[in-house]
């Protein structure tokens, strides 16, 4: 079963970094603009096993190619494969964000069917894995791929809103963007249920998606 579309694809595979590794595309849901708005999700980076130094350079990974990954590597950042779950599919310890961002996309409403994610389009901004247990180190490479990457995936999906679900990433990309957004902080740390002037950024997430979705007038 497939919960996402390869509608975009032809757009998608033209964007360098994901002609290099194409497991990094966009994981676009297949009812994405079909019952609401077309909404981008834009959370923060894949991890890659703790042994892995492939990505440790910002060069040598942007010139590297998928292929020369280990299967295991390969296998953590499926950004697809890892988003393609009937509802309630994630049990890993590390699979969090999406356990509460299914969550939070059920609060506010969206379809639920089989998959909540059918309904969105989901991409990391940083397009350069993380280390297990260690947040990137951000290169003046790594944000001019990262901008350019973005705004071709935005060329590409025509969203009518974006949400980051992280304060890091939207601070690191989100002025250079070609279409405004929101943010809000990362679902799986502890600011996703901490209040700031009276509201979680759970919260915050539920209410935009649900502003954006019912001011279309979706079923």
């Not at 894949?46 to 998928?66: F, I, K, N, Q, R």
């Not at 299967?71 to 393609?84: A, G, H």
Request: hydrophobic share 35%; with cysteine.
């Amino acid at each position: 079963m497939y919960y996402y579309t390869e509608d975009f694809d032809d757009q998608l595979d033209k964007i360098e970094i994901y002609q290099r590794y194409p497991l990094l595309k966009p994981f676009v849901g297949s009812d994405y603009g079909r019952n609401g708005p077309r909404i981008l999700l834009i959370a923060e980076s894949h991890y890659l096993p703790p042994e892995s130094t492939v990505h440790g350079d910002p060069a040598s990974w942007y010139m590297g190619h998928e292929d020369t990954l280990t299967p295991k590597e390969q296998k953590w950042m499926r950004t697809r494969r890892i988003l393609n779950k009937p509802l309630k599919g994630w049990t890993a310890k590390g699979h969090a964000i999406y356990r509460h961002i299914e969550s939070a996309l059920l609060t506010a409403d969206l379809p639920a069917n089989d998959s909540v994610f059918r309904q969105v389009a989901f991409m990391n901004a940083f397009q350069r894995p993380a280390k297990t247990g260690n947040t990137i180190k951000q290169k003046k490479q790594d944000v001019e791929v990262e901008v350019e990457t973005i705004n071709q995936v935005i060329d590409a999906l025509q969203p009518d809103h974006i949400v980051f679900v992280s304060t890091k990433a939207r601070r690191t990309v989100g002025k250079y963007l070609s279409q405004r957004s929101v943010g809000v902080h990362h679902p799986a740390c502890a600011w996703w249920n901490r209040k700031q002037d009276g509201l979680s950024s759970k919260q915050r997430f539920i209410d935009h998606i649900a502003r954006y979705w019912n001011a279309t007038g979706a079923a």
